[in-house]
């Protein structure tokens, strides 16, 4: 049986075999590029009715449960994963069973190879995971690990978001995790809409971070506060999680002092003062701001009110727990 591409451990599991010989000796790339899998010799059903007594491993692509004549899909994923380091590094991989019995490290494949993706050298790990719970259990859970990651991107200008209730004009700001957006809503007034970057979208663990944002994002919208930064809105657009607040005119503390000059001790405190109070309803909320600085305390337009600002990093807060 010949089946073009990876995907034919699909079709292998689906008619309720296991390979269980996966490794790059029996994977031959045809001159049209396409890859083609052979050697069918040990494989076994997926749900034996008889104990097998043809057990026959290659230590650097083979798990150890294979040796205890296992048939189980995750299987062939681990030799699979393995073949790939094999191809992307040169390198032959530590056997699984040293790794299990004598603590062998497994050598990252970005430690060979420092330009493999971070998304393959992630995928790859996962499919060798120690312990056959922690992989992927079927070959098209560990086949979605290796798809390109679809990205949003919504910061061309004119962009519209939540069925033409938001505009996008412009980037304002981009960091680690987040990047924001000046934008109209539907009334002609001004927002600033917050989301996760597009190299975080590219992140194997996105799903987690856009958990924590979404997270994060609610609870901010209930720090109702005058110098904290208003959440108005938050909402999905297509698969990325944005979140809508209050656009402030005026100046960051950094800017004010850096145009006008050192403040004076009451004008400073006022502001330092009202942060505190802020701060004060952010913890009580269970969350840490953990980004205080200057550039984060925008005093509004012709007031002297301050505002805390950018909760990108914000986590949430457990007492005793670092």
Known sequence: MYTSNWGSFKVVHQAGLVHRDAHPGN???????????????????????????????NPAFAPYEQIRSGREPYI?????????????????????????????????????IPSISDDLNQAILKGMELEP??????????????????????????????????????TLAQGGFGITYLARNDRGEWVVIKTLNETVQRRPDF??????????????????????????????????????????????????????????????????RQISEALTVVHNNGLLHRDIKPANIIVRAGKQEAVLIDFGIAREFTPDLT
Not at 34 to 54: Q, R, Y
Not at 144 to 167: C, D, F, H, N, W
Request: negative net charge; hydrophobic residues 40%.
């Open 27 to 57: 994977i031959i790339v045809q001159q049209d590029g396409k890859a083609v899998l052979i050697d069918f010799g040990i494989a076994g059903e997926t749900i034996p009715t008889t104990v097998s007594s043809k057990v026959f491993v």
């Open 76 to 112: 062939d994923v681990y030799s699979l994963a393995a073949s790939l380091y094999y191809a992307v590094t040169g390198q032959l991989p530590s056997p699984l069973l040293d790794r299990k019995l004598y603590s062998v490290p497994l050598i990252l494949p970005q430690q060979h």
């Open 207 to 272: 799903a987690k971070l856009q958990e924590d944002f979404v997270r994060e994002a609610l609870r901010l919208a209930k720090c109702n506060h005058p110098h904290i930064v208003r959440v108005d809105d938050v909402f999905q657009e297509g698969q990325l999680w944005c979140m809508v607040m209050e656009y402030i005119q005026g100046e960051n503390l950094t800017d004010r002092v850096v145009n006008r000059g050192i403040l004076s001790q009451a004008e400073a405190l006022g502001y330092i």
């Open 133 to 170: 719970q922690d992989r992927p259990q079927t070959m098209q859970e560990w086949l979605e690990m290796l798809a390109p990651k679809q990205v949003v991107s919504i910061g061309s200008p004119g962009y519209q978001l939540r069925g033409g209730k938001y505009t996008i004009e412009r």
